[in-house]
């Protein structure tokens, strides 16, 4: 099985300012397509998870431009720009490119 | 707004079976593949099964085959999860999720299943 593995597994920010998350996996995760199924995905407490990023870079409908995956092959990142007290939570990145789809650790947001 | 509604989890003992339901409005399961992801106590997120539009195929985590079956109804807008000899490491929190472009989009609130003596 591919393994999914994340990085910071705690990240403090300060309101206003930009967090990173690195995300890398063992094989590349292009697929036999030419496209690269890795996703992001947001769970705050008290609510369902939400994905924000699908195939690397691409924005869900709705999702802030403050919202941004970018990598390929076999590291990805999410970043977000001026964190909001509401980006706190868990972020997950997931490969849907080979079965097993699988997660990594996640990523705990919290303010500073 | 879509909405997943799951149901059917429990306790349940070793070697016992349950089965979860999940109920989607205002979207049509019948466009989607459909998953189950769970999230065990202290553990991370693991996917647990697939099945496509039509029920045609489906897709099972080793750790699950040949116990657990993923099945639809499109006719009541429905997917379930059947589980049976189960482990005290199936215990977790299962989370039913619309699954396009290869990636879960839509998730519910997930339903608790304990595996206990």
């Known amino acids: ?112 | 707004e879509v909405q997943l509604v799951e149901s059917g989890g429990g306790l349940v003992q070793p070697g016992g079976s349950l089965r979860l339901s999940c109920a989607a409005s205002q979207f049509r399961l019948s466009d989607s593949w459909m998953s189950w992801v769970r999230l065990a106590p202290g553990k991370g997120l693991e996917w647990v099964a697939s099945v496509k539009q039509d029920g045609s195929e489906e897709r099972y985590v080793d750790s699950v085959k040949g116990r657990f079956t993923i099945s639809r109804d499109n006719a009541r807008n429905s997917v379930y999860l059947e589980m049976n000899s189960l482990r005290v490491e199936d215990t977790a929190v299962y989370y039913c999720t619309t699954l396009r472009i290869h990636a879960p989009d839509y998730w519910g609130q997930g339903t608790l299943v304990t595996v206990s003596s």
């Open chain 1, 1 to 112: 099985d591919v393994v999914v593995t994340q990085s910071p597994l705690s990240l403090p920010v300060a309101l206003g300012q930009s967090a990173s998350i690195s995300c890398w996996s063992t094989r590349s995760l292009v697929a036999t397509d030419g496209s690269t199924y890795v996703n992001w995905s947001q769970w705050r407490a008290g609510q369902s998870p939400r994905r924000l990023i699908f195939k690397v870079s691409n924005r869900d409908s709705g999702v802030p431009d403050r919202f941004s995956g970018s990598g390929a092959g076999t590291n990805f990142t999410l970043k977000i720009s001026r964190v909001e007290a509401d980006d706190v939570g868990i972020y997950y990145c997931m490969q849907g490119t080979y079965w097993p789809y699988t997660f990594g650790q996640g990523t705990k947001l919290e303010i500073k």
